[in-house]
């Protein structure tokens, strides 16, 4: 009597082990969905804010130039300034304020890493 009322025992104990189990795995799968769907939404957004923002400063760009090129009498002068603007920008950004971009994106993305 006492062997059928400790296997009785051990299934109810083995039941609960096994629907624990079960419950912990879903509970990882919703977590992980959760995650994978806040990344995926995120770098939607960001993409598509940024392809916007390109598309604009192209355009932006190409009507700058033009207009410069119209008023210098040659539309290929309005590139070559425009051209010349960026390689001065980036110059300045490369050299000088580098260390004051680097820095805060570094802090940035680690926060959002261990966050």
Same mark, same amino acid.
């Given at each position: 009597?006492?062997? =059928?009322?400790?296997?009785? =025992?051990?299934?109810?104990?083995?039941? +609960? &082990?096994?629907?624990?189990?079960?419950?912990?795995?879903?509970?990882?799968?919703?977590?992980? @969905?959760?995650?994978?769907?806040?990344?995926?939404?995120?770098?939607?957004?960001? #993409?598509? &804010?940024?392809?916007?923002?390109? /598309?604009?400063? $192209?355009?932006f760009n190409?009507?700058?130039? %033009?207009? /410069?090129?119209? #008023? #210098?009498?040659?539309? !290929? !002068?309005?590139?070559?300034?425009?051209?010349?603007? !960026? %390689? &001065?920008?980036? #110059? &300045? /950004?490369?050299?000088? /304020?580098?260390?004051? $971009? +680097?820095?805060?994106i570094s +802090? @940035?993305? $680690?926060?959002?890493? @261990?966050?």
């Amino acid at each position: 009597m006492k062997t =059928e009322q400790e296997a009785s =025992e051990f299934e109810k104990l083995y039941g +609960k &082990v096994e629907t624990f189990g079960s419950i912990s795995y879903e509970l990882a799968k919703l977590k992980s @969905l959760e995650a994978t769907t806040i990344v995926a939404t995120s770098l939607i957004t960001v #993409l598509s &804010v940024t392809a916007m923002v390109v /598309l604009f400063t $192209i355009v932006f760009n190409i009507g700058v130039a %033009l207009w /410069l090129g119209d #008023l #210098l009498g040659k539309a !290929y !002068y309005g590139f070559f300034i425009v051209a010349l603007f !960026y %390689l &001065v920008v980036g #110059l &300045v /950004l490369h050299f000088f /304020l580098r260390k004051w $971009i +680097k820095g805060p994106i570094s +802090k @940035l993305i $680690i926060k959002e890493a @261990l966050a």
